[in-house]
């Protein structure tokens, strides 16, 4: 059994960390002043991002549509054509639903939410997400990714500098963590897998957000 092709969304990073491994190094200062809780954000269809992966390449995406209840989009290398679909829950954390030509795999996912939400972020908060699924492998998994907001912090990326919360969640596979500044949007992210090949962690980095009105 393998593990299943986890997507970053909307969108999509770890200082180091004592688990099975060190995850990924992001370059942090302590946030230059107090945050405030962060609301769930409300993605806009029409909204696109362009991002940095850990090679260097710039990675571009776009939301595509939004419901009540989830958020689809898609997003592939500038250099290349062909577009990874994917489709979520309208909370950030929550583990993908849907995902075609990502990584050479496609595959759904069922999940629930254990207990309260994550949202409004701040240090300390917890929520807890029970799922499963399958891929066009042939693979099947389930498991339970545990997530919390760790802390704030500081770093600077291609399109700024910016006060952020660092959320982290672990699962039976992988190590995520997000860096969301103040308007819910996601500056950088990084998935470290815990045991086995590591040429499949990844890291992005924000160069430009796009915004749409609602």
């Known amino acids: 059994m393998r593990p ?7 969108l999509a990073v770890s200082v180091a960390i004592s688990a099975c491994q060190t995850t990924q190094s992001v370059q942090t200062k302590p946030a ?5 809780p962060i609301e769930e954000r409300r993605a ?3 909204e ?3 991002f940095l992966d850990k090679k260097g390449r710039e990675r571009i995406g776009s939301i595509t549509s939004v419901t009540d209840k989830f958020v689809e ?6 250099d290349q054509d062909l577009f990874c679909e994917w489709k979520i829950k309208r909370n950030t954390f929550a583990p993908t639903s849907e995902w075609k030509n990502c990584g050479g795999s496609s595959g759904t996912q069922t999940s629930k939410r254990l207990g309260d939400s994550i949202f409004p972020l701040q240090v300390g908060s917890t929520e807890s ?12 998994w389930s498991s339970t990714r545990n997530c919390e907001v760790l802390g ?13 919360y660092q959320v982290r969640c672990d699962d039976r596979w992988w190590i995520r963590d997000w860096f969301v500044r103040a308007d819910g949007v996601t500056v950088v992210s990084t998935r470290t897998r815990k045991a086995g090949s590591q040429d499949r962690n990844t890291k992005r980095e924000l160069v430009s957000y796009t915004e749409v009105s609602s």
């Open 4 to 10: 299943p092709f986890a997507l970053w969304t909307a």
């Open 32 to 36: 230059s002043t107090a945050m405030p």
């Open 44 to 46: 806009v269809a029409g």
């Open 48 to 50: 696109q991002y362009v």
């Open 73 to 78: 989009g898609a997003s592939k290398r500038a």
């Open 129 to 140: 997400w029970e799922y499963s699924g399958t891929n066009s492998n042939g693979d099947s």
């Open 152 to 164: 704030t912090a500081s770093l600077t990326v291609p399109a700024g500098t910016f006060d952020t």
